[in-house]
Structures are given as structure tokens and as C-alpha cells.
Nanobody, 119 residues
């Protein structure tokens, strides 16, 4: 029943920006931590950013994106965002939204959205 749907990916030039969105349904969104992961071809899936539950949740980021990416959430809209600035070609990957649902005690994943950064 829990569903995560990503959007906002696309093709951008190096140095450009994108904002990814992840809309959640079937979950008590406000009590769940949310995260963005990414996976590039031939590479392991990696954690990009995470935000804790509640309003004004704490955040953490992969070293590779610190200072460039920002994760934030709108609990009223049941949506988590990833603002990506100063994009680099090495940011090219499929980006996935993730949550560990507290109510159901289970991990859930979105379908992914492609981000391609040209040099």
C-alpha cells in the first residue's frame, strides 16, 4: 500500500540545478525518516541524503554532495525533495526515494528518476 513516486529528473548541463520530488501515499508520512539514494551504472547504490521525521528534521549527506544538495520535506504534502545545485557529470545516476515505514516496519522504494549531467 505504501507508494513512493519520484519526479523531476532530466538532462542538465554541468553547473546546473534540478529539484527532485518524492510523493508518498499509504503511509503516516510525518513519522518516517526519508532518504534519497542513487545508483550509477556499474556502481553500488549509495545514500545521498537523509532527513529525520517530523518538522525541521535533522539531515545528513554523502560527502560527495555536501554543500551542493539539500534535502527537505513538506509533511502537509507528504513530499520529500532533493534540491541539487552545481551538478557535476559524476552525479549522473538513477535517483531513488526511500523510507523505512514505522507503521509497517518495512523499507519502501520509489521507481527511480534518471538524472543526467552533461559536461
Amino acid at each position: 500500500q505504501v507508494q513512493l513516486v519520484e519526479s523531476g529528473g532530466g538532462l542538465v548541463q554541468a553547473g546546473g540545478s534540478l529539484r527532485l520530488s518524492c510523493a508518498a501515499s499509504g503511509t503516516i508520512f510525518s513519522i518516517n525518516a526519508m532518504a534519497w539514494y542513487r545508483q550509477a551504472p556499474g556502481k553500488q547504490r549509495e545514500l545521498v541524503a537523509r532527513i529525520s521525521s517530523g518538522t525541521g528534521g535533522s539531515t545528513n549527506y554523502a560527502d560527495s554532495v555536501k554543500g551542493r544538495f539539500t534535502i527537505f520535506r513538506d509533511n502537509a504534502k507528504k513530499t520529500v525533495y532533493l534540491q541539487m545545485n552545481s551538478l557535476k557529470p559524476e552525479d549522473t545516476a538513477v535517483y531513488y526515494c526511500n523510507t523505512f515505514d514505522v507503521q509497517w516496519g518495512k523499507d519502501y522504494w520509489g521507481q527511480g528518476t534518471q538524472v543526467t549531467v552533461s559536461s
